[in-house]
């Protein structure tokens, strides 16, 4: 399975502010020595070495994950954030292109559904586009946002093979299984379990985690226990967890517990608070990671979601 990230942020899309790139601009210059720019092969060198805060940017798009296998045909996508144009987009330019998009939503607020309409590959008929959720009303919410006044174009016009499916139970698709738990956050949302040969990897966006998924019990065991891979809301700082208790997120510090609860070999924390910068973001992932060490967990991974992310399992 490979993973791609092409939306990282929660709440809204927060590109990065021309402040911001005038400060990473500057912060680069005040590290450059003559012996930076001598030649083509000196300006590369010195731009590897750059930390990823100031060479690169975390991104600005809102939720949206790909995976694929070695059959290109089938994709499965997880929410429709503002990231899944740029999964479309990217798409377009593939030599072999995906015939059949499986889109699980993991709940509807906004900044998860708000990139559907500009989804290249829904307007195309020889492309299959199948939604999934735990909610029922798929269809309807789904084309509730594209009503008048809030967007011209309604999903009637889409011109993609489009079907809605009610996810009751685990079902099989590309040769993989997938299924689903409900987690905390207001209105509920919905984590998904891909598993391929054994091979099991989690999206877990939007959730506060509770003493609830810490106990070991079927349920949790069967869905959490010994993944691959997780991909967790990481929103907060655990002071900001506990100011703004019950809006939905998790502190870091609390998913690093988690996955070492779980034995889960890698974790990525996603779903940025959209108010971060990516400086502060690497720093929260060097916190975490002096969590982990400082706890004395073994066997766990750390990676911070970004822009462009592969990650294969």
């Given at each position: 399975m490979k993973i791609?990230?092409?939306?990282?942020?929660?709440?809204i899309p927060s590109p990065a502010s021309p402040g911001r790139v005038k400060s990473k601009i500057s912060a680069i210059l005040e590290q450059v020595t003559p012996e930076d720019i001598i030649d083509a092969e000196s300006r590369e060198k010195f731009l590897a070495g750059?930390?990823?805060?100031?060479?690169?940017?975390?991104?600005g798009n809102s939720p949206c994950i790909s995976v694929t296998f070695d059959d290109p045909k089938d994709c499965i996508v997880f929410d429709c954030g503002s990231g899944i144009r740029e999964l479309g987009v990217a798409q377009l330019n593939e030599k072999k292109k995906a015939s059949n998009f499986h889109i699980?939503?993991?709940h509807f607020h906004w900044d998860h559904i708000q990139g559907l309409p500009f989804f290249p590959q829904c307007y195309n008929p020889s492309v299959n586009v199948d939604f999934y959720s735990p909610f029922s009303g798929l269809e309807s919410i789904l084309s509730g946002q594209m009503v008048q006044p809030y967007f011209p174009v309604h999903m009637g016009i889409m011109g993609a093979k489009k079907s809605y499916h009610l996810l009751e139970k685990e079902i099989k698709i590309a040769g993989c299984t997938i299924s689903f738990k409900k987690m905390n956050h207001p209105g509920d949302s919905y984590s998904f379990c891909v598993n391929e040969n054994g091979k099991r990897i989690i999206y877990a966006t939007d959730t506060e985690l509770t003493?609830?998924?810490?106990?070991?019990?079927g349920e949790n065991t069967a869905f959490f226990r010994d993944a691959d891979l997780i991909i967790i809301d990481c929103q907060y700082t655990l002071g900001e967890a506990v100011d703004k208790y019950n809006w939905g997120h998790s502190a870091f510090s609390l998913a690093v517990d988690f996955a070492a609860?779980?034995?889960?070999?890698?974790?990525?924390?996603?779903h940025h608070d959209p108010a971060y910068d990516d400086s502060k973001l690497y720093g929260i992932l060097q916190s975490a990671r002096w969590y982990l060490e400082r706890m004395n967990f073994k066997g766990i991974e750390i990676t911070l979601a970004y822009e462009g992310l592969e990650i294969i399992i």
């Open positions: 791609h990230f092409w939306g990282v942020r929660g709440s750059l930390p990823p805060w100031l060479f690169g940017t975390v991104g699980f939503l993991s003493s609830g998924d810490f106990t070991d019990n609860n779980w034995k889960i070999k890698h974790m990525v924390m996603f």
